[in-house]
């Protein structure tokens, strides 16, 4: 399995299934577009539709709940390829306002009391990222 060698740190840390859709969503990418860019992100947007980036790993979304995390998959196709649409790093931004409170929480995301929607996803894909760059170090 070629995705073994090219999985990122971020889902080698998570969930067996995680890293079972990355992988298998990556090594048919490689043998349709070949191996690059292309094949990555494809893996990542099949990952999304099904877990979140919580901290420096992927979780499965909550109650179960797939689909599109955000508006750049929401797009999907040839339009996201050429970067239309927000994309939230892994953050659900799709998910209840509750729910990303409760991530912010968890994360200790300050001032997370007063945040629209909007500013609790960049939030936490702020502090996704912190963790993630602890994680390799």
């Given at each position: 399995?070629?995705?073994?060698?090219?999985?990122?740190?971020?889902?080698?840390?998570?969930?067996?299934?995680?890293?079972?859709t990355w992988g298998e969503t990556h090594d048919s990418a490689v043998e349709q577009y070949g191996?690059?860019?292309?094949?990555?992100?494809?893996?990542?947007?099949?990952?999304?539709?099904?877990?979140?980036?919580?901290?420096?790993?992927?979780?499965?979304?909550?109650?179960?709940?797939?689909?599109?995390?955000?508006?750049?998959?929401?797009?999907?196709?040839?339009?996201?390829?050429?970067?239309?649409?927000?994309?939230?790093?892994?953050?659900?931004?799709?998910?209840?306002?509750?729910?990303?409170?409760?991530?912010?929480?968890?994360?200790?995301?300050?001032?997370?009391?007063?945040?629209?929607k909007a500013e609790l996803v960049e939030a936490l894909q702020q502090a996704n990222d912190r963790?993630?760059?602890?994680?390799?170090?």
């Amino acid at each position: 399995m070629v995705a073994k060698r090219d999985m990122p740190s971020t889902v080698q840390r998570s969930p067996v299934k995680a890293q079972d859709t990355w992988g298998e969503t990556h090594d048919s990418a490689v043998e349709q577009y070949g191996e690059g860019e292309r094949a990555h992100r494809t893996a990542f947007a099949s990952l999304k539709h099904g877990f979140e980036k919580v901290g420096d790993h992927w979780e499965p979304k909550e109650d179960g709940k797939t689909g599109p995390s955000d508006e750049r998959a929401e797009l999907g196709g040839v339009r996201a390829r050429r970067g239309e649409g927000r994309t939230a790093g892994g953050v659900d931004a799709n998910a209840t306002k509750k729910h990303l409170m409760t991530l912010a929480r968890d994360a200790d995301v300050r001032g997370r009391s007063t945040m629209t929607k909007a500013e609790l996803v960049e939030a936490l894909q702020q502090a996704n990222d912190r963790a993630t760059a602890a994680a390799r170090h």
